[in-house]
């Protein structure tokens, strides 16, 4: 069965803090790829990053980092320097080979305060 | 501009009154499916499509169903609305194996 969690309901830091969003998947697929999304408050979903699982190098976008550890079968997701615009629900996504289902985990609300 | 669209973005409703979510993509993708997210459940596959008139269930197809007669549209049809249907509804769209495209969703309310 593939499963994805994300065991952090809520987050709260102030602006400048750096913040991890932690995901945590199952899969018994050797190939399979891994997703982080955004939904602002406006609710639309916004692609962020699409990892495949033979590709383990951290990836950095801006102040966006990815840490992907096949061993422990994590995919987490680093904001450095958070800003007010950052505050959003973010979800963690597995699809395996075969499929194009995505399965999502239930989301990290995260919020950043002035 | 590469997008998928969705109508309406908002409506209420009644329970038992049949409903049309429509969706449609522009990339010629095959592969289209719909989504519900509720609240600590995250999003979950309701129905989808790999190609014409090829439709399969996902996790919770219960209550809806689903056409494919062309590419580039997946109608959501709801028969008899309840209001555990009230949610916010997402299409999606890929080419096999590539990144899903999402619309920018429906909120539906069933009173």
């Known amino acids: 069965a593939q499963k994805v969690t994300q065991a952090q309901t809520e987050i709260s830091v102030v602006e400048k803090e750096d913040v991890t969003l932690d995901c945590v998947y199952e899969t018994r697929d050797t190939t399979y790829y891994l997703f982080w999304y955004k939904q602002p408050p406006s609710g639309e979903l916004v692609f962020l990053i699409r990892r495949n699982s033979f590709d383990e190098q951290n990836e950095i976008s801006g102040r966006y980092s990815w840490n992907f550890q096949k061993s422990t079968s994590s995919f987490n997701f680093t904001i450095t320097a958070s800003q007010v615009v950052d505050s959003a629900v973010y979800f963690c996504?597995?699809?395996?080979?075969?499929?194009?289902?995505?399965?999502f985990g239930t989301g990290t609300r995260l919020q950043v305060f002035p | 501009e590469a997008q998928v669209t969705q109508n309406p973005r908002y409506l209420i409703t009644v329970t038992g009154k049949k409903l049309t979510v429509t969706c449609s993509q522009n990339m010629n993708h095959e592969y289209m499916s719909w989504y519900r997210q509720d609240p600590g459940l995250g999003l979950r596959q309701i129905y989808y499509s790999m190609n014409v008139e090829v439709t399969d269930k996902g996790d919770v197809p219960e209550g809806y169903k689903v056409s494919r007669k062309e590419k580039r549209n997946f109608p959501l049809i709801l028969e008899s609305p309840s209001p555990n249907q009230t949610s916010l509804y997402f299409c999606?769209?890929?080419?096999?194996?590539?990144?899903?495209?999402f619309g920018p969703g429906t909120r539906l309310t069933v009173l």
């Open positions: 999606a769209s890929s080419e096999r194996g590539g990144e899903q495209f």
């Open positions: 996504a597995l699809k395996g080979y075969n499929t194009d289902k995505l399965i």
